[in-house]
């Protein structure tokens, strides 16, 4: 199938979002901008049109979607109550890159393939406004993955993603660079506690203004065994990786952490092996490497940066991709959970 463009980038076309609004209810596929990175959209009350995410992207329908709604009144359509927490984290963070898992209300309204047979469902409101007019246009609440292939690093822009699901998806919109360029920060809240499955641009320290009973889940920098059942996408699968090894390497103390990436690129540089070095770009000059790319300055950078880079460098012809790691606090919970990911938990923590 060839898929039809709309360039949103620089003014947004709302006949041309109608237009993509008609394959939603048609039951088709429309690759579609967030605030976070972007998604692979379908009619989320239409289990037929959801399976066809999962065959686009290769997907284990053991991973359940993020659903993506356009007002409250659509929200209360799909899920059985909202708690007071629930209801103050919506009035603070939403729209924007926070998911909440909720009770279904049933399987008859949001059907299994979007939850992974489970009875929550994650949901979201962004703040794109292209995403917000698709979701208004199709009159339906549409469930959207990050737009790639399993296990590749999420689309921050259509070029990164147009050759590998642009004959998969029957409309593109394309809305420039994603403005945060990480998936959005997924919570439950049990018992009146916040937990946090998969970390994002909003923060720990973030949701701790609404209640101060907020935990991190253990999966969050640690594996997933097989045979567990996930609540959130992002927590299972290998994920974020390109095909060549990465390796991830952190301290506290930056110099200490240099030397050991230079320790590390001079025993395999003595191997016959290529190395390319993802650093901050205020640290690129102390690597010995001939072979290395920023990835920013700031963590707001790095998280934006982080998944195009990671693209590019199977392209590189390099034997081992060292990445700098950065601290948990604030972003760094995010970007950390993402590279450990990305390096399959092949990393240094000194």
């Not at 070029?159 to 590998?164: G, M, N, P, V, W």
């Not at 919109?173 to 919570?187: A, H, Y």
């Not at 994920?239 to 990436?261: F, G, L, R, W």
Request: proline content about 3%; hydrophobic content about 35%.
């Amino acid at each position: 199938m060839k898929s039809k463009y709309s360039n949103q980038k620089e003014k947004i076309n709302i006949e041309e979002i109608k237009e993509a609004a008609e394959e939603i209810k048609k039951g088709n596929l429309v690759l579609f901008p967030t605030e976070t990175v972007y998604g692979i959209g379908a009619n989320a009350l239409n289990e037929e049109a959801v399976k066809k995410i999962f065959k686009a992207k290769g997907r284990a329908g053991d991973n359940p979607l993020i659903v993506h709604v356009s007002s409250i009144e659509m929200l209360e359509k799909i899920v059985s109550n909202i708690s007071n927490i629930e209801k103050r984290l919506i009035e603070k963070f939403w729209p924007g890159p926070l998911t909440i898992i909720f009770n279904r209300k049933s399987e008859k309204i949001i059907p299994n393939a979007v939850t992974a047979n489970l009875n929550t469902v994650g949901i979201r409101m962004p703040s794109n406004e292209v995403a917000r007019k698709l979701i208004e246009s199709s009159e339906v609440p549409i469930a959207a993955p990050s737009a790639n292939i399993s296990g590749k690093p999420s689309g921050t822009n259509v070029e990164d993603i147009l050759e590998e699901l642009q004959d998969k998806v029957s409309y593109i919109l394309d809305g420039g660079f994603s403005d945060i360029g990480l998936e959005s920060t997924v919570i439950q809240v049990v018992e009146d506690k916040i937990n946090i499955l998969r970390p994002g641009k909003i923060t720990k320290e973030q949701l701790e203004e609404v209640t101060k009973n907020v935990q991190v889940d253990s999966h969050v920098l640690h594996m997933v065994k097989e045979s567990e059942k996930v609540a959130s996408p992002g927590m299972k699968y290998r994920h974020y990786a390109p095909n060549t090894k990465c390796i991830m390497v952190y301290s506290k103390n930056e110099q200490k952490m240099i030397d050991k990436i230079n320790e590390i690129t001079k025993e395999e540089e003595a191997n016959g092996k290529k190395i390319l070095i993802l650093g901050k770009k205020q640290h690129l000059d102390s690597y010995i490497s001939n072979k290395k790319w920023s990835i920013g300055s700031s963590k707001a950078e790095i998280a934006k940066n982080i998944f195009t880079l990671l693209r590019k460098v199977d392209n590189q012809g390099v034997d081992l991709v060292i990445i700098e790691g950065v601290g948990q606090e604030g972003l760094g919970l995010a970007i950390t959970n993402r590279l450990i990911r990305a390096c399959e938990y092949n990393y240094i923590n000194l």
